[in-house]
């Protein structure tokens, strides 16, 4: 019911900068939460960022607190991932995940918590 498409992935050498966007479409007023996750080769996929969808409330990885940014466009149904700073450890695919779910409470963190996710997309970082 809700289809997200990322884009703005690429190659950034160390300590560039990249902005991610994830477009949502389908039923998106059901949405109630954002997140950027992102998976390396032979690694499980970690959570980076995530925003409430109408209070705006973020969260982030301690390993990207300070230099990615999330933001989203409620207009647009888009969510943005401001990357910073960037460095190797960095590179990865990104997924962008929505959260349609309704509970009493759940983890930003936990890709469990999210129930829609796009193709991902490319970032990666040399030096």
């Known amino acids: 019911q809700v289809q997200l498409v990322e884009s703005g992935g690429g190659l950034v050498q160390a300590g560039g900068s990249l902005r991610l966007s994830c477009a949502a479409s389908g039923r998106t007023f059901s949405m109630n939460a954002m997140g950027w996750f992102r998976q390396a080769p032979g690694r499980e996929r970690e959570f980076v960022a995530a925003t409430h969808w109408f209070d705006g409330n973020t969260y982030y990885a301690d390993s990207v607190k300070g230099r990615f940014t999330i933001s989203r466009d409620l207009a647009k149904n888009t969510v943005f991932l401001q990357m910073n700073s960037l460095k190797p450890e960095d590179t990865a695919l990104y997924y962008c995940?929505?959260?349609?779910?309704?509970?009493?409470?759940?983890?930003?963190?936990?890709?469990?918590?999210?129930?829609?996710w796009g193709q991902g997309t490319q970032v990666t970082v040399f030096s």
């Open positions: 995940a929505a959260r349609t779910r309704v509970s009493a409470y759940y983890d930003s963190g936990s890709p469990g918590a999210y129930d829609y």
